[in-house]
T-cell receptor, first 114, second 111 residues
Framework: NAGVTQTPKFQVLKTGQSMTLQCAQD?????MSWYRQDPGMGLRLIHY???????DQGEVPNGYNVSRSTTEDFPLRLLSAAPSQTSVYFC?????????????FGPGTRLTVL | DAKTTQPTSMDCAEGRAANLPCNHS???????VYWYRQIHSQGPQYIIH???NNETNEMASLIITEDRKSSTLILPHATLRDTAVYYC????????????FGKGTLLTVNP
């Protein structure tokens, strides 16, 4: 299993540009989520999904859109990038079956908005 | 979800046990204690979790006090590769649980 993969690893955007951060998992997990981590801070939940076609907002959803058309993929879209969105973005997934306690994280995408 | 309090940083000598404390005095009866760690620049990694009994796996042991208001993560023989930020998270079980990460404890294992 590749686990949770994220692309790209690094990205530089100009203010106002849009882009999509990709996240995929091959573990057939129902639950997927996006976090951002600012320097010296813990992770904050942006959006999450409990299955294809179902998404919901987390703690800091403004400026981000998500959709879940397949179990495997959960892209995060930045509609109009702002310097405040400079951060490291982590995607995570877990199963909803059984106890589903272990959440698996991707390697992260480091985004800089100029 | 219950709030947790952890020391900002700790040091440990290589080969010795690392004991990381976490205070969660407002924990409710259905809330679990989870531990994750984040090695520099990587995504967080699950370590262990528990409800009220002590737990052990290949990575660590989790000791939860009888009143469940605090817990300790024990890495029995710390190595340099265990240098990381360790997060103690308390959240309810079930399919809708969410992980809320605080700032964690930076554990530095020294040679």
């Amino acid at each position: 299993n590749a686990g949770v993969t994220q692309t790209p690893k690094f990205q530089v955007l100009k203010t106002g540009q849009s882009m999509t951060l990709q996240c995929a998992q091959d573990m057939n997990h129902e639950y997927m989520s996006w976090y951002r981590q600012d320097p010296g801070m813990g992770l904050r939940l942006i959006h999450y999904s409990v299955g294809a076609g179902i998404t919901d907002q987390g703690e800091v959803p403004n400026g981000y859109n998500v959709s879940r058309s397949t179990t495997e993929d959960f892209p995060l879209r930045l509609l109009s990038a702002a310097p405040s969105q400079t951060s490291v973005y982590f995607c995570a997934s877990r199963t909803l079956a059984g106890l589903g306690y272990t959440q698996y994280f991707g390697p992260g995408t480091r985004l800089t908005v100029l | 979800d219950a709030k947790t309090t952890q020391p900002t940083s700790m040091d440990c000598a290589e080969g010795r046990a690392a004991n990381l404390p976490c205070n969660h005095s407002t924990i409710s009866g259905n809330e679990y204690v989870y531990w994750y760690r984040q090695i520099h620049s990587q995504g967080p990694q699950y370590i262990i979790h528990g409800l009220k009994n002590n737990e052990t796996n290949e990575m660590a042991s989790l000791i939860i006090t009888e009143d469940r208001k605090s817990s300790t993560l024990i890495l029995p023989h710390a190595t340099l590769r265990d240098t990381a930020v360790y997060y103690c998270i308390v959240t309810s079980g079930g399919s809708n649980y969410k992980l809320t990460f605080g700032k964690g404890t930076l554990l530095t294992v020294n040679p």
